[in-house]
């Protein structure tokens, strides 16, 4: 196989679950090949440089082998490979939301109690 489309290569990448996610993620900007933004239609070659944004991630990424049919996860991984500075900088970044505590969960909507507790705490004033 000498050239594939990038938005097929992402789907059997597994870097997406459909192909249409794949193309919005294109279109919208978080894609970029070889430094510059790209059309689903772009045909990659071996040894491209991938810039993948997925949430708060930001991949970089060297094409190492092409397809276009999706597989298990273990063969996916064997088309790619991320460089040493996307992952360091991934991580670095993972620790500085979890120390910065950005991501708080909530439980939900305020129970019995809780919305006792909020109307005595607006009324003490």
Request: glycine share 6%; proline share 2%.
């Given at each position: 196989?000498?050239?594939?489309?990038?938005?097929?290569?992402?789907?059997?990448?597994?870097?997406?679950?459909t192909?249409?996610?794949?193309?919005?993620?294109?279109?919208?900007?978080?894609?970029?090949?070889?430094?510059?933004?790209?059309?689903?239609?772009?045909?990659?070659?071996?040894?491209?440089?991938?810039?993948?944004?997925q949430?708060?991630?930001?991949?970089?990424?060297?094409?190492?082998?092409?397809?276009?049919?999706?597989?298990?996860?273990?063969?996916?991984?064997?088309?790619?490979?991320?460089?040493?500075?996307?992952?360091?900088?991934?991580?670095?970044?993972?620790?500085?939301?979890?120390?910065?505590?950005?991501?708080?969960?909530?439980?939900?909507?305020?129970?019995?109690?809780?919305?006792?507790?909020?109307?005595?705490?607006?009324?003490?004033?």
């Amino acid at each position: 196989m000498s050239k594939v489309r990038v938005d097929k290569w992402l789907w059997a990448a597994r870097f997406f679950k459909t192909r249409a996610k794949s193309r919005q993620a294109i279109d919208g900007g978080k894609v970029h090949v070889n430094g510059r933004r790209t059309k689903p239609s772009k045909e990659l070659d071996l040894n491209d440089q991938l810039k993948i944004r997925q949430g708060f991630d930001e991949k970089t990424i060297i094409v190492k082998a092409l397809s276009d049919q999706r597989k298990g996860a273990p063969e996916a991984q064997l088309l790619y490979e991320e460089t040493v500075e996307s992952i360091a900088k991934r991580q670095m970044t993972a620790e500085q939301r979890r120390a910065a505590g950005q991501h708080v969960a909530s439980k939900g909507r305020p129970n019995k109690r809780d919305r006792r507790l909020i109307h005595e705490f607006r009324n003490k004033n």
